[in-house]
């Protein structure tokens, strides 16, 4: 690995010129023409009647699967685009243009789906018997059942068509209100005006007094955007719900299970197990709350760090401890991130303009990835290279196959991430320098879990009763303030001695059109994964080949299938969740074990 890592990522290597490339204007003119000709493929189509017929529709299904890798690709440069700078107005054009593409592809896919919905069965099954169509078979599977259950193909490509504009467009009027939110703070005496990316990393500071002095601007300045954010958030619920009474769909968790290939049941039992080891965890936030000098831990406490880290953690520090305990698990793995390191895949400077969070985003037609943070040297930040890289590993073992079957749903997809930085998190604990440094990074660790059981729980419950709410009409920010603070109060069990009402203000995943509920699959995630985790320690060097297996297998099965095929295991029943849990268990035990003289 190189010695003198870059802190941003090359851009250049996809599309030279950033938001202004000539490359990247014909790339899209290109694929806009051939979406218009394989649209016109689709519209001459008809249902096939005999298994001869349906090889009329090899040529489509290859010229749509080019066409969807083609347009990720393009998407996921102009993403990049606009997280590295929030102010590239040129970027926000593209990426509606993008939008309208992907539109114009959903379109063609409903009316390509219609056609497998009124195939016979008889042609249906000599169909996916063929050579050729049995390794998609499952995708288009799903795909036919899925149509049967929406509007004619007309009325879903009309909705489609009104969502660039109406559904999407009030996600990206977010996005606009982000960008216009600056803090302003004190830094060595001099006030100056901070991102939300990067104040958001003050609620972390190790003084409190950081944190609450930052904790009351933060919900100032959200405050101030809230009737914005409000109108956002009530027109997409109001759009996604008229949609799905449109198609006589009356739960709204219905569309997010499907599309994360998974059954209400295994969502009831891993949020069972949560629940009933949720005490144990209280016990930790006891303990951590005593160790701060404070009664009770209040939100922005939660993530306050514990023990002290002998010093800040180079990129260049991070990147060599990732690629030693990937090694560890993977030879393949640690190759991979080794490779990302190298190619400046990875955008981490610390800098303003960019916008907050972290992400993975994947380039089918280049076959390589690229990683958005803001990397500033903390425990937590290695954690989250670590767990982007993940996903970007995942990805790469697909790479071979075909498009269709590439297409691996959130919950999995989070699994990948979350193995990642499990595999370092737990080296760093173990290699630390001394009791001190053992703990704060076992704290780190514990806090993820507390992110997991408790954070995303509570988001979990605030969109579920938001959404129940909404069909009876728009919710004031006052409404909206209270309903959050009732989850928080829920998912935490009630433990903290302040809440953070405006959350679902700053946090973007409410907003996210691609993906309805941007919760609960992170949880399953971290539990899968903790799951897998739990084989993995048991079996040694032996399961590093069953994981790419199974992460090959995340686009074309059922996350019970997945389950059992790979691990043996019934995710609608408790026995796996709970040898999950057991893993938190242990670190909880360790924590109170190493502070029980602190307290």
Known sequence: MNNDLKLTWDLESIFPGGSASTEYQAYLNTLEKDLGKLKKDIEAASAPKSALDTKVFDAIIDSMGSCIARLSEGSAFVSCLQAQDQHDKKAVQLSGRVTTLYALLQTIMTQFDDILGRTDDATWTAWMDRDEIRPIAFVLNESRD??????????????????????????????????????????????????????????????????????????????????????????????????????????????PLAINRMSNETLDAMWGVIQENKPKLLKYMERKAKLLGIDRLSWVDVDAPIGKVSSKVSYQEAAETIVEQFRKFSPKMADFAEMAFDKSWIEAEDRPGKRPGGFCTSLPVSQATRIFMTYSGTASNVSTLAHELGHGYHQHVMDDLPVFNQNYAMNVAETASTLAEMIVADAMVKKAGDDQEKLALLEDKIQRSVAFYMNIHARFLFETRFYEKRKNGLLSVQELNDLMEEAQKEAYCDALSAYEPTFWCSKLHFYITGVPFYNFPYTFGYMFSTGIYAQALQQGSSFADKYDALLQDTGSMTVEELAKKHLNADLTGREFWQSASDLLTQDIEEFLSMTEDMA
Request: net charge negative.
């Open 146 to 255: 899925q149509a049967r259950e929406k509007m004619s193909p007309e009325l879903e490509s009309l909705a489609l068509d009104l969502a660039v504009d109406g559904y999407h467009g009030w996600s990206d009027h977010y996005d606009t209100v982000v960008s216009h939110v600056k803090i302003p703070f004190e830094v060595d005496g001099e006030t100056v005006l901070l991102s939300a990316g990067q104040a958001h990393n003050k609620l972390y500071d190790a003084d409190k007094e950081v944190r609450d002095a930052m904790f009351v601007k933060w919900k100032e300045a959200w405050a101030d955007k809230a009737d914005f954010c409000g109108d956002a958030l009530n027109h997409l619920g109001g759009f996604r719900l008229k949609l799905y009474e449109r198609r006589g769909w009356d739960e709204v968790l219905k569309e």
